[in-house]
């Protein structure tokens, strides 16, 4: 079989990457309601996502998941419990399979506001439970919604 120049089967560095966030919560005026962000990016254009992000060196997993969700929702949070991580691969630059593990914990705001969110939002909101499903891009954030929803609801009874 004949090959086109440039089209060898380029070998792909494996790269591991982790993040942690939030499932931010609080009883509503119409509701439980979580608090997710509106990102645009290239790849995926608008998406509704958890707020999540990149740990600084020395940090602990909770640590960077209490300082990225207070950086891109403007609100100060307190941990209340891990609810897992979802894991995922994606392809960076066509020279790396990334395989990343977002680790993510139920919080409760403590102080803030959401209009004091950094630059990598577009927009943060409030959002029943019962929209959420409907709105968020990615099916593994969905499923740690449902992961922590019912100890969300044991929370706010």
Known sequence: MARLKGSGSKKLRNVRARSAGGVVFRQG????????????????GL????PKGTPIKGETTEE??????AEETGLEVHIVSDVGAIEYLF???????V???VHFFLM???GG??????HEFEEVRW?????AEALMSHETERSIVARATPRILEQVA
Request: negative net charge; glycine residues 8%.
């Open 113 to 118: 506001d959401l209009a004091a969110h950094d």
């Open 47 to 50: 998406t509704w996502t958890l």
């Open 91 to 97: 392809y960076q630059g066509g020279t790396a399979r």
């Open 29 to 44: 005026p119409e509701g439980v309601e979580i608090v997710l962000g509106l990102r645009r990016r290239e790849r995926d």
């Open 127 to 131: 959002i029943t439970l019962a929209e």
């Open 64 to 69: 960077t998941a209490l300082r990225e969700v």
């Open 108 to 110: 409760e705001p403590i």
């Open 99 to 101: 395989h990343k593990t």
